[in-house]
């Protein structure tokens, strides 16, 4: 459970970024001023959302499994643990504001795909309907995903990977929840200057990330990891490749 | 995707014979097989994808209804993400797994999970599957149908004994994976096949009838002929009709991808659908609805799309044997790991062979490149009657021209003014001769005024008009006998002609005042157009009926352009006969009235049209507006168009063997196999989106 509630600490810390890019998302489905219910559509949303999180987790972590029981396993672990540092660190700098542009980017040529294919159910909205718009948000392109997503590659299981991300959705929880619940506020803390400071903590904290992850990598490192001894492994995937015949 | 191209439902009969194609898909205009027993107002689509994308993106059904739609694809998909995800956890064993997978309630929670899900995901692919195998067709939903519930009747049954292995993540994930792989490929073909659209969408559906009390607002369909219109500046010309009123630019792109708006006086015709760019028309309606030309050319191209496609006869040949193949290999694949290791290894197999062998890419690769390329052709104001022409336009190897009307303008235009004294003016002359020739509708008297209308010379007032057929016309100004027409006419010498030109003279009591010279002119776009051919290593020859040494002016002037002249109609076609024994793929252009014989002895037919009537019976291709320079680029769309279909066709068949062998051997998971078999289909779907970004005709960087 390490993972569950390091990932959450790591997202709460950096979590004044959702406000931007989901922040609004959660005013539309969630908080229409005082409606019952809104504090039911917005744990739905949040179950969606955290739904997918966990299973893209898991493959990251069922792939970092196949990764670590290939042939030439330490090399790919190694392999696989520099390229998730350089995903923390990479993200890490887009957090800083070193480097911007690309994933906003990506999230705008999203925005018209997303209106014709959820336009009927933000306007329908029939119940239960927060689920499904949170299932998909769950794919919206956010660098803090794909930290977690390098991180579940690494711990080389779906288990794992599953909580990691979990962790990741849980993290965000508190400060989407601010921004349904006072509708203004995500338009105001747009430009404040502390969002960037703590936004840029984190960035500073994701760095600090990489470069342990990195340790790790290198020979004479050590992988003081809990979950994935390679070892055990790589009988568990020959296992799970062999199942069905 | 399915049951999308006649090659891919397999009658399971003894016939391999394509069933009637009769009806298009609602969503992206491919056909549907076994439509036509469909009534005409209910909308056919060629697979679930498309239905989905339909509803979803507002088509006929209401918001409540799409929004149910989602629901149930959304539900089953957070149902289906949840048993992959535990799945995933039990597959990596280890001792907590291990321990999790032994657990009863772990197994039970599973099955309770995916019990929506395979609900929820499967409704859509039962009820196809059922239409299918009601009518013995057995397609991909059928397949899918029996290999996911195989899957979870197995798995359902381990739960309740307790023991025995579980496919349920299998089984949810292919519905998912079928699901969003089929919507995500609806959606792409739908933009590659959407320039028909396009075209449709430009038709208004309401004008401004100009009634006794005023105007009023009337739908299309009130409309009837001799009514009339006010069409304001930046509207859609509603119908198909003649200007009364008014002078604009019209921009006729929708009909003849031509972008350079044409100016339109009274008197002139205008289609339905173009765009009145800057005047106040009143125009009198001559035809609407589904009788204008624009109609017609949307009719024409979806007509074509109902036709064959580009290297039908090598996939007839092949999807003959290689469906009852697959079969056979399927249950031979069944029979082997049942008896060989479980039946459940025996089903899982022999479905992921099935999912493999889909022939979905197949049905489409060739189809959806010609349906783009028509698209992309309609768009440049090119017709192509039946996807196969493009296939034979790529194989072409020479080009015939008629002369006269094909690669010249048809219609005698004056080429020479020339004064008999020098001290005279030509405004004075020409104004008279003008005058004259104003009251008659001779090709000749046409070209005199037009001439002298460009000069911006006003008629002169004559009296007592009169025309004497083959010879000239004449009337009285200030008294004085006015003649034009032939030297004895006039009552003048004749005077030394330019060679291919006709000369009319002009006299006044007697006394020459002047003299026209008369040519018909070539197109400006056919010397280019015979370099570009040349240059794409096709040869042009004249084939005319006109005098040879007409023809070798014109050829002549061309450049490039071998010439024969003096052939009857019958002498053409047996010269196309003849090139045609030689193995040779002949394109004919001609006009569609005096060349049809020889048009549609040529391996591919092709007429130009003015633009705004669309009268004429109709060869394999009709250039709208007349710009053969469209030839060339039309060549150059149709090889394309073939790279396309025999890249999609190879990649189909490629990725069917290799993937087949992989399933057989059981070393292939099915839901990789219904990822794999999604992919292929992208695959195609995204090569034919290559034609729809091809430039359009007009637009292309020149290179002179």
């Known amino acids: ?245 | 995707m399915d049951t999308l191209a006649p090659a891919l439902a397999v009658e399971v009969s003894r016939t391999a014979e394509r069933p009637r194609v009769a009806r298009l898909c609602a969503h992206c205009s491919l056909p549907v097989t076994g439509g036509s027993d469909a009534a005409p107002d209910v909308e056919l689509y060629c697979c679930g994808g498309c239905a989905l994308a339909r509803r979803i993106t507002g088509g006929l059904a209401g918001d409540s209804a799409a929004a149910g739609m989602l629901m149930a694809v959304g539900l089953g998909a957070f149902f289906s993400m949840n048993v992959m995800m535990l799945s995933f956890v039990l597959y990596t064993g280890g001792h907590e797994a291990d321990r999790l997978a032994g657990e009863a309630w772990v197994r039970w929670a599973l099955l309770g999970l995916a019990t929506p899900s395979v609900i929820l995901l499967g409704a859509p692919f039962v009820s196809r599957g059922l239409r299918g195998g009601r009518r013995l067709l057995l397609d991909t939903d059928v397949l899918i149908v029996l290999g996911v519930g195989a899957a979870y009747l197995i798995s359902a049954w381990s739960v309740f004994a307790g023991r025995g292995p579980l496919y349920l993540d299998t089984a949810c994930g292919i519905l998912l994976f079928m699901t969003i792989g089929r919507y995500l490929e609806a959606a792409t073909r739908a933009r590659t096949t959407d320039a028909l659209g396009r075209l449709a969408r430009s038709m208004p559906t309401e004008a401004w009838r100009i009634a006794s009390f005023g105007e009023e607002r009337v739908t299309i369909d009130r409309l009837e002929a001799s009514d009339l219109v006010r069409v304001r500046p930046g509207e859609r010309l509603p119908v198909d009709g003649v200007i009364r009123e008014g002078e604009a630019s019209v921009s006729e792109a929708e009909i003849t991808g031509e972008s350079t708006p044409v100016h339109r006086r009274p008197g002139d015709t205008v289609s339905a659908g173009t765009l009145n760019l800057d005047g106040a028309l009143v125009v009198e309606v001559l035809r609407r609805g589904a009788d204008t030309t624009l109609a017609r050319i949307v009719r024409i191209v979806e007509e074509a799309r109902l036709g064959r496609y580009p290297l039908a006869a090598l996939v007839d040949r092949v999807s003959a044997k290689f469906v009852p193949m697959i079969l056979l290999v399927a249950a031979a694949t069944l029979a082997y790991w049942t008896l060989t290791l479980s039946p459940g290894a025996g089903v899982l197999n022999a479905l992921c062979v099935l999912l493999i062998a889909c022939p979905c890419a197949i049905g489409i690769a060739t189809p959806l490149a010609a349906v783009a390329a028509s698209g992309r052709a309609a768009s440049s104001g090119i017709l192509v009657r039946a996807g196969e022409t493009f296939e034979r336009l790529a194989k072409a190897e020479r080009v015939c021209f008629d002369k006269t009307g094909t690669l010249t303008n048809g219609e005698p235009r004056v080429t020479a003014f020339i004064l008999a004294a020098a001290d005279d003016e030509d405004a004075r002359v020409l104004s008279l001769a003008a005058a004259l020739e104003r009251s008659s509708e001779h090709p000749v008297a046409r070209a005199i005024v037009r001439y002298a209308a460009n000069r911006g010379v006003m008629p002169a007032d004559v009296t007592g008009f009169r025309a004497v057929p083959g010879r000239g016309a004449s009337a009285f100004a200030h008294g004085l006998e006015l003649r034009l027409g032939t030297a004895a006419f006039a009552g003048v010498p004749p005077a030394a002609e330019t060679p291919g030109a006709t000369s009319v003279y002009v006299s006044l009591d007697g006394r020459l005042l002047g003299r026209f010279e008369l040519q018909d002119t070539p197109r400006l776009s056919a010397a280019p157009a015979v370099r570009e051919l040349g240059a794409l290593g096709l040869p042009s020859e004249i084939l005319s009926g006109d005098n040879p040494a007409a023809v070798s002016t014109v050829a002549a002037g061309l450049g490039g352009i071998r010439g024969s002249g003096g052939l009857t109609p019958e002498e053409k076609v047996a010269r196309l006969a003849a090139g045609a024994d030689r193995g040779d793929a002949v394109i004919m252009v001609g006009d569609g009235i005096n060349d049809a014989p020889a048009l549609s002895r040529a391996a591919v037919g092709v007429t130009l049209e003015g633009g705004t009537d669309l009268a004429r019976e109709l060869a394999d291709v009709t250039i709208l507006g007349g710009d053969l320079t469209r030839l060339p680029w039309l060549i150059r769309l149709s090889r394309a168009t073939l790279r396309v279909a025999r890249w999609n066709l190879f990649w189909a068949f490629f990725y069917n063997l290799a993937g087949v062998s992989l399933a057989v051997s059981g070393r292939l998971h099915p839901l990789f196999g219904a990822l794999a078999m999604i992919v292929s289909s992208l695959v195609v779907v995204l090569n034919s989106q290559r034609l729809s970004r091809l430039p359009l005709a007009g637009n292309e960087a020149r290179h002179d």
């Open chain 1, 1 to 245: 459970m390490t993972e569950l509630w390091v990932a959450a600490a790591l997202t709460f810390a950096a979590s004044a970024h959702c406000l931007g890019m989901c922040g609004g998302l959660m005013v539309t489905v969630a908080a229409r001023g005082k409606r019952p219910g809104a504090l039911r559509d917005f744990l739905l949303l949040q179950l969606g959302k955290g739904t997918t999180y966990a299973f893209l987790g898991a493959l990251a972590g069922l792939f970092g499994a196949t990764v670590t029981a290939s042939a030439t396993f330490v090399w790919s672990t190694r392999a696989l643990t520099v390229l998730a540092a350089l995903a923390l660190a990479g993200v890490g700098v887009t957090l800083l504001g070193l480097r911007s542009g690309t994933v906003s980017a990506w999230g705008g040529s999203l925005a018209p795909l997303w209106a014709r294919l959820f336009g009927p159910l933000l306007q329908a909205r029939p119940t239960g309907f927060p689920l499904v718009i949170g299932l998909a948000m769950g794919f919206f392109p956010c660098p803090l995903v794909y930290a977690g997503l390098a991180a579940a590659a690494v711990t080389s299981s779906p288990g794992l990977g599953a909580l990691t991300l979990a962790g990741v959705a849980l993290g965000s929880i508190p400060a989407l929840a601010l921004a349904s619940a006072a509708t203004n506020f995500a338009a105001r803390s747009e430009r404040s200057a502390w969002r960037n400071l703590v936004t840029r903590a984190a960035g500073a904290l994701l760095i600090v990330m990489a470069a342990v992850t990195l340790s790790r990598a290198m020979p004479g490192g050590h992988d003081h990891h809990a979950g994935a001894p390679p070892a055990a492994s790589a009988p568990a995937m020959d296992h799970s490749a062999h199942q069905h015949h």
